[in-house]
């Protein structure tokens, strides 16, 4: 095709309403919720872009695969029809069923975790680290040195720096070390991708010292697309088999399949090893369910084993790419500073270069995510020391490395003229970035501060 304009690959025949709201609303709404968005309700977003995990659009044939869902308690046939989808994907053997990608993350980080033990990982996700945490391990993140840089231009900036990993392995000995985890894409930092030459240098390392290697693959999908159009050898290779590749490389994964698996609800262990396994199962079916539906509905299954195989659609995995990368090129083009280049599933602000007026203990990736809702209703999340930060012994904030904000793109959700009106609020969030103040917290909880904490304007 020669023409310029990327449609959406789809035609829609249900429909949501969005509600409108005035500045004024949103203004109390916005109080009301403690300046903390994830305590708005739905209906007071105009375009939610908090998330992409579990906010896709199901398809017609997802729709009906749902209605032939067996709801049986054992040997479902929705659950053998996903076992082999999942099997044929990714090559392992053993496959447990969750509800969703923490519960895999809690039952196989649970077990291989604990006091003394150490992950290592590209970047671990927050409820990668929580889980780890909460086991009593360490979790390192080992980011290439350019992953710092939201500035600067890297076709692989999710890769893991192989050097740091190697220099881990030793310093806490390769007994201690509970896993390696690569995140791709890279989540936390920036929605990057990871290339296929640094999974096998990590595969390598793994090897050489007998740790285990697990992919967390909630956007794996979006990642081979990186992959087929940035790293030489790949051009003519299909999306799928690119993350068969892939997964060949490691001894297992978690996948959350509210991101690529294209369901509203719905994860994944899968693994090589029989022992593991037999130990993940036990701790399955004490907390997720028989080993042949772990936390899901038959039809769940049925709509998670249909979008496992169409995330790979040529159509479908450009049209994502590149409508996430339409937002970013935009808005980047008008002033406002990203983390560059564009992720496959958000993008990424860098509020800290946006508003340098507004001290990192002043969290100015909260105070750009509220001024987003207020100005246009849009809904999204701070990724920055908000949600990493720490404190030291005297109560100072440890600031986390960049102080991002992330606009998630729900998949096959919005238009092409939702996203234009998101740009048109961005020239209004330019016009008025100098009077925008700082915040401070007011309350927080002991884990995973963002989802629930209470700010006030400073
Ligand atoms: C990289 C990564 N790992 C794990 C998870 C956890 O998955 P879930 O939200 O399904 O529990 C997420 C969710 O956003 C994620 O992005």
Redesign the pocket.
Known sequence: MHHQVIIEPFKIKTVEPIYMTTEEERICFLEQAHYNPFLLHSDQVLIDLL?D?GTSAMSTRQWSAMMSGDESYAGARSWLKLERVIQELTGYPHILPTH???AA?RILYGYLGGKGKVFLSNTH?D??RANIEFSGATAIDCPIEEAHHPSLDHPFKGNMDVVKLETGIKQHGANNISAVIL?VTN?TGGGQPVSMENTEAISARCRKYGVLFII?A?RVAENAYFIKHREKGYENKPYKQIAQEMFSLADGCVM?A??DGLVNIG?FLALQDNQISDACTNLLIITEGFTTYGGLAGRDMEAMAVGLEEVFEEDYLKYRIRSTQYLGEKISDMGIPIMLPVGGHAVYVDSKALYPHIPVDQYPGQALVCELYLKGGIRCVEVGSVMFGRQDEQGQLIPASMELVRLAIPRRVYTQSHVDYVIEVFQEILDTKNSVRGMRITHEPKLLRHFSAHFERI
């Open positions: 998330t995990s969703q990608g923490r993350e996700f409820t990668t995140t989540n967390d909630c959350s509210k991101k994860g």
